[in-house]
Every structure is written in structure tokens, then in C-alpha cells.
């Protein structure tokens, strides 16, 4: 009975540690993360090739998007992502429309290092639209993930490209319905002298 | 003053127009239609539409709103939805328009067999098909889908367009053939193809979506030229959607040359 | 004595038709249409050469006749042979037929000669050969000047000549015509009779003839066929009818005075079936004679009621001889039928 009058300060310390260390891993994942060795997506910057474009409906450009992971292990995969989004309040933009790339899968990028992705952008409708990618982990990292790490904005500005041959088709639909006018006017006349 | 010479008496050979009656036929009747304002206003208009619609898919194609397959397929879809259309309007024709016109008795007083009568005058409606065909062929090929992509699509169109053609022709006649008001039969046979072509417009899905394509000859023929063409699909995978518009070819044409062969004077069969 | 009302009454004196001759035989000939009979027990022969009327006020299947006869329509009963073919090969018997229906309509697009060299090619003609015959009989109706024009430029009288020679253009041995002067100007008619007389006599084709145009029957025909109801109620030549279904009477005008002496001896004149009263105060009677008697003294028996008359010291002041016209008889038989 004298002996479990008072807890011993070794055994209180040690429980305190262990609840602390309970409490850390249930409100930082990044902890947990990091036990496991990946970075979590506020160590990722992405950085873009351009800083604004200037284009017409219908000619594609291209720029590149390095995201950088100045965290001290590497990222889980990743998916980035290639947004529009209409600043004039009024362009209609089908992400489809406007680019093959909607979605590239990146690898595991180590620490201390970056992956560069190559985007294809071809405005098919006249406006202001700003252009910039966003970067999640794949999932099962994605639950959880935090705040993703996205690019900054390229602001597109699309004038209209006005062609009078689109795809080269001009002759012909110009020329069918003259050439069929044509032999039935001279079909007719033949028949009216005859 | 008219007179009458004393005549030589009638070759003993004549031969009755019974087995070539209908080639006979189908010479007038093409006559009728492609040496008058007919047939060649349809052609134009046809080669009009053609014209517009190929320019704006072509520049929507430009600017990647639609795939060069689907360019493609969209001209030959509207290729096969008018040429069937118009066939079908002059095979409604056929007897109706005779009866109106007055002009069906003295055609009955020939000694061309009914059956024949109605052949030539199937075979003339039916010949707007190919035609068009033939002038939709520049804007495919303008389209620069390639060699492999034109010809699929202009063989696939041209086949199903041929059996939607039979079936559709052979029910403008049969309808034809029942009634006294050109209009009537006109009316009534573009109504059913439009019930029948309705479906291509809506999204069907499911089983019973399903089902409705693939028995319905008009939605079977489309979604086979639409997987053949756009989606690449080989003939042989899409077969099952030609059974369709097959039966229907051979079901429309038989019944109506069942009934031809008792044309008469006023609407309807001799019992 | 009644009108004739059995056709076996009339002898076909002028019809008479030899067995080996006939080229058309129709035999209680019988057409409906559910329950009206249109055409009802028609029966008659004809031979090459003949121009036989079928007469009948509207309505009294004469259409429906021409159509069974020639195939448009089958009988509902009874059959009938045309050159030797039975009336079950109707595609054989439409070689051997033309026709020119009542409401003829042409593809007015078409020229005059694109028409009947159509016509021409479905009845068997050779290409070359149809060109050859459309010329000819565009020019035997007298519209060879307007065989490049559109029909739609022809006039009625134009386009019933183009139908003759569409029904010409198989050289037939029988030809039907459906009213072929209707709408027609009396110059167009003229013509019309001068060519179907010229059809039966140069080219030998049996003319059989529809249509409610008293003279152009006694114009042309040979024989008639009158019909009423579906049903023939005379047949025979233009003069057997005139004579037997028409009675013959005469309009005597005398003096008031004389009436009654007048009226009495025009009833015991030989003859004479009944003399009548039309108006005794002005003198005038009506002489009715038998027709039989007519017949044997082949004159018309006006004689004997003058000789009547004077006999009796009565002032003739006028003696008209009335009927024995084909409308009398005609109407005589149409109205007896309708009673």
C-alpha cells in the first residue's frame, strides 16, 4: 500500500510522451506523412513558361509548368490538372474544346526536385480566359491532402481568326453546286432547241 | 379536214411490252424526272445544303468544336436522312398522283403488267438515291479524312441509304396504291418516316433504348454508319444493327409488289 | 304495240352478224358495286368494220361497260371473248384493244409525240418503230404541226385527237370511245365523226361508240345498244329502232266545223290505231298508226288518213308527220324504263 500512494515521475513521463504522441499523429497527417516519406503539397510550387498570351481563335500555343518539391521526401503521384476559367464573364469555355490535356499523371517527384509538363491550348472562341494548373495527389494520398498547390494564372487574351477556306474546303463548296447549275441550265437549253 | 390513209395492218410481231414493259417505264418515268426541273432543283439544293453544312464543319473542325470523324459521318447522316426522304416522296407519287392527274387508265390500258407498271416507277423514285450519293462524294472527300475514313463512310452510307431507299419507296408506293389523294399518300408516308427517324434525336439508353434502335430500321442504319464511321468499328461488330433495315427492305418490297400486281383503277386492290 | 323492249325482238337485220365473223362476243356481261348493279346482263356481238353506239342518258353504265370490256374493271359475272381471246387473259386482250376514256387525262409535260411514242413503246413497239408510228398518226389526225408542243398547249378538241391516235397506235381490232365529242365545238365533232367513220372503214376495226349524242348515232353507227339502268332495252340498227320502238303519228289541223267528222274517220282509217282529240275548237287531232302496218307498206302511211279525210269531204288544212326520230325512240324506251 505505501508504494502505490504516488506515481513515479519516470512512469508519469512516459505516458505524457505517449499522449502527446497520439495527439500529434491524429491532427498532423503531414506527421504521419512524413513517417512515411512523402511531401506534402505545400512543399509543391508550380511555376508556368508564360506570363500572358496574346492569340486567335484557332492557333495553338503551348507552355510548360515545372512543380518543384522543396520538401524533404518525395511526393506520392500526382495529377495535374489544366483549368480555364472565363475572366471576361462571358466566353464560354468547354475544357475539351480547348485542349487534348485536360489531366497528365506525374510521378513521384523526390525531394529537391521538379517534373516539367508540356500544355497544348487551342482557343476556339474569342475572349479574356485565364489559364493555370492545379496539382492533387492521387489517391489514396488524396484523402486528407490539405490545401493543393496550384500555378499561377495566364491571362489569354483571343481575338478571331477569320479564314474564308476552313480546312481547305472552299473549291468544293463553291464548285458542286456551280458545276450541277451549270449542266442542268445547258441540259435545258439543249432540250428548249431541240 | 383529218383523214385516215388506208393503213398497212399491224405487224404480226409486235411483241407485247410484257417482259421489258418496266424498263419502258422507268426510261419515261426517269425522263420525267431528270430531264424536267424536278429531279435537277433537288439535286441543287440538296448540293446547297451540302455546301453550307460542309463549310461550317469544316470550320468548326478548325477550331476542334468536332472531330474530323464526326464531320464525316455528319454529311453522310444528312445525305441519307434526304435522299431517303425524297425518294420517298416521289414513290408516294407513283399511283396517287396518276389517279389525280388522270392519266393512271390510260397507263392500266397498256398491256404491261401491273407488277411492271409499279417496278419502273419504283426503280425512277429510287434513283434521287444514288444520285445524291454521288454528289455528296466532293464534300466527303474535301472533308480530308483520308482515303480509309472516305471510303467507309461513303460505302457504309450508300448501303444502308440503298436499304432504307427499298423500304421506304416500297411503303410510299403501297400507300400510294390505297389512296385516291396524292396529298393523302404524300402526308401520310413522310409522317411515318419522321416518326421512325424521331429517335436518332434522343438520347436512348438501357435496354428498351436498345431495343428501340435496333428494331427501328431508320435509328439501326444510323448508329451502324455512326460506329462504323466515327467510331472505327468493323463491319462485322455493328451486323447485328443492318438486320433491321435488311427486313425491312425485303418485308416493304414484297408486300408491295404483292399488292401492284392488283392495281386498279381506283384506290385500292382488285379482291 | 309496245316499244321494243326485248332486244331478241329486234331481228339484227343490219347487224346481222356471222359466227365467223365476230371479233368481239359479249355474253351476259354482269358488273356491281356492292349492291348496285351497274351493268347488268349485257350481251351482244360485234363484227370487224362495225361502229356500234352504245347509247344511255347519264348513269346507265355505259362507262362501266367500256371499262369491263376493256379490262380496267373484271365483271362480277358472265364473260366475253374479243378476237378470239377470253376476257381471264386480260394483258392479252389489252394488245388487241385501244381505248379512249371518258375523262382522258395526259402528262401535260409532255410533248404530243413523246406521249404517243411512250404509248407506242409500252405496247411493244421497237424504239425506231415507235417513232415511225407516232409520226404517222400524228399526222392521220392532223396534229403532225404540234407534235413538239407541250400538251399543255393543246386544246380539248387537240387532246381528244391525240387520245384517238393513242388508241389507234396498236392498230386494234376494237376500239372503245367514251364520249369523244364531248366538250367539243360542232366543227370538232365534225371532225371526230369523219375519223372514227374512217377508223371502221380503212382500217376494219370494230368502233364501239359511248355516248348520249343522239346524231352522232345516227350519224355513224350501225347498230345501237341503248342502255338504262345496267340493262340493254333495245339493241338493233338505227332504222329497225326508229321505226319499231317509235310510234308514228300525225298532227291534222281541219276546220273547227269538221272536227268531228274528221276525228271520226281518221279512227276507221287503215292503219290507224286511235285518232285523237287535241283541240276540237281550233280543229286540230292527232293520228296515232300502227307500226307493223308501216312496216309492210314501207311508206308512212299517210295516204290512207288523207284518203280518209277526203273520203269524208273534210278540209285538210295542214297534215304533219311526227316521231320515227332516234330521240323519240330513245326517250319513249328511256322514260317506259323508268316508270
Known sequence: MRHSARLSPVIVGVLAALLLAVGAAISAPAFAQERSGQA???????????????????????????????????????????????????????????????????????????????????????????????????PP??????????????PVHVEEHRTLDPGGVLPVVLAVPGVLALAFAGLRVARSRR | MTSLSRSEPAPQSLAPATSGGWTVVAAQELRDLWLSARGPIIVLVFSLLLSLLTYLAATNKELNIIDQKDTVNLVMQITLGIGVAVSLLFSADAVSGERERETLESLLLTPVPRRQIALGKLLAAASIWPVMVVVAIPYVWALKGGASLFANAVVAGFVVGSLLTAAF???G????????????????TFFVFVVLLAPTQLPLSGWFGDLIVKINPVTAGSSFLDN???????????????LAPVLAAIIATSVAFLIAGRLRLQRGIDR | ???????????????????????????????????????????????????????????????????????????????????????????????????????AGYPLHMTGGEFLRYHARLFGHPARGAREVAASLLSEVGLAERASSPISTYSRGMRQRLGVARALVNAPKVIFLDEPTLGLDPAGQRQMLGLIREIAGHRGATVILSTHFLD???????????????????????????RRAAPRTARVHVPPESHDVALSALSQAEGVTSADSIDAERGWLTATFDSAWLDQRRKDGRNSAIRALTDAEVLILSFELEGGRLSDAFLSLTEEGQK
Open chain 1, 141 to 154: 494520398a488524396l484523402a486528407g491532402a490539405g490545401p493543393l498547390a496550384a500555378s499561377p494564372a495566364i
Open chain 2, 228 to 242: 462504323v464511321v466515327v467510331k472505327g468499328h468493323g463491319w462485322g461488330q455493328e451486323s447485328a444493327l443492318l
Open chain 2, 169 to 171: 419507296g416500297s411503303l
Open chain 3, 216 to 242: 352522232e348515232v345516227e350519224e355513224v353507227c350501225s347498230r345501237v345498244l341503248i342502255l338504262n339502268r345496267g340493262e340493254v332495252i333495245a339493241e338493233g340498227s338505227v332504222a329497225d329502232i326508229k
Open chain 1, 40 to 138: 506534402p503539397a505545400s512543399d509543391l510550387t508550380i511555376s508556368v513558361s508564360k506570363s500572358d498570351v496574346s492569340t486567335l481563335t484557332g492557333e495553338t500555343f503551348t507552355f510548360t509548368s515545372e512543380i518543384a518539391n522543396s520538401g524533404s521526401s518525395a511526393t506520392p503521384p500526382l495529377i495535374a490538372n489544366l483549368a480555364f476559367v472565363a475572366i471576361d464573364h462571358s466566353t464560354y469555355v468547354d475544357p475539351e474544346d480547348w485542349s487534348p490535356q485536360r489531366t497528365l499523371s506525374v510521378a513521384p517527384i523526390a525531394a529537391g526536385s521538379s517534373a516539367i509538363l508540356t500544355w497544348t491550348v487551342k482557343p476556339v472562341l474569342k475572349g479574356d480566359v485565364a489559364v493555370y494548373v492545379v496539382v492533387l495527389p492521387e
Open chain 2, 173 to 188: 408506293l403501297i400507300v400510294s396504291i390505297f389512296s385516291n389523294s396524292n396529298r393523302l399518300s404524300l402526308a401520310l
Open chain 3, 1 to 103: 304495240m309496245d316499244p321494243v323492249r326485248n332486244p331478241e325482238d329486234i331481228t339484227n337485220t343490219a347487224g346481222s352478224v356471222d359466227a365467223a365473223r365476230v371479233v368481239l362476243s359479249v355474253d351476259r356481261i354482269s358488273r356491281s358495286f356492292g349492291r348496285l348493279v351497274a351493268v347488268r346482263d349485257l350481251s351482244f356481238e360485234a363484227a370487224p368494220g362495225e361502229i356500234i353506239g352504245l347509247l344511255g342518258p347519264n348513269g346507265a353504265g355505259k362507262t362501266t361497260a367500256i371499262r369491263v370490256l376493256s379490262t380496267i374493271l373484271p365483271p362480277t359475272r358472265g364473260s366475253f371473248t374479243l378476237g378470239g381471246i377470253p376476257h381471264t387473259r386480260p394483258g392479252a386482250i389489252r394488245q388487241q384493244i385501244g381505248v379512249l376514256p371518258e375523262s
